[in-house]
């Protein structure tokens, strides 16, 4: 059984930074997209960043590009969110996501990490 459990959220003061992980088992993910996409209260669930399991291919949403880092660690099939110089509108919970590269939907989800950003 697919698992991702994240972990790192919590409160910081802006300006601030936070590393969220994602830990993931249950399966190979060589084959896989890694995701991280955040929902604030009362609005949609946004795509944030994306990396490859293989290959060093990142995608970033335009309001994250220059603050945020994806990066993963194979040996530990761990997925990582650098977070830095965070905003108040980052505020959100914070889940993380998979999928095969040759789809286009996000099959595993995580049950999410609230990350909380005081001005």
């Known amino acids: 059984q697919v698992q991702l459990v994240e972990s790192g959220g919590g409160l910081v003061q802006a300006g601030g930074s936070l590393r969220l992980s994602c830990a993931a088992s249950g399966r190979t993910f060589s084959s896989y997209v890694m995701g991280w996409f955040r929902q604030a209260p009362g609005k949609e669930r946004e795509f944030v960043a994306a990396i490859m399991w293989s290959g060093s291919s990142t995608g970033y949403a335009d309001s994250v590009k220059g603050r945020f880092t994806i990066s993963r660690d194979n040996a530990k099939n761990t997925v990582y969110l650098q977070m830095n110089s965070l905003k108040p509108e980052d505020t959100a919970v914070y889940y993380c996501?998979?999928?095969?590269?040759?789809?286009?939907?996000?099959?595993?989800w995580g049950q999410g990490t609230q990350v909380t950003v005081s001005s």
């Open positions: 996501t998979a999928r095969p590269l040759t789809s286009d939907n996000w099959n595993y």
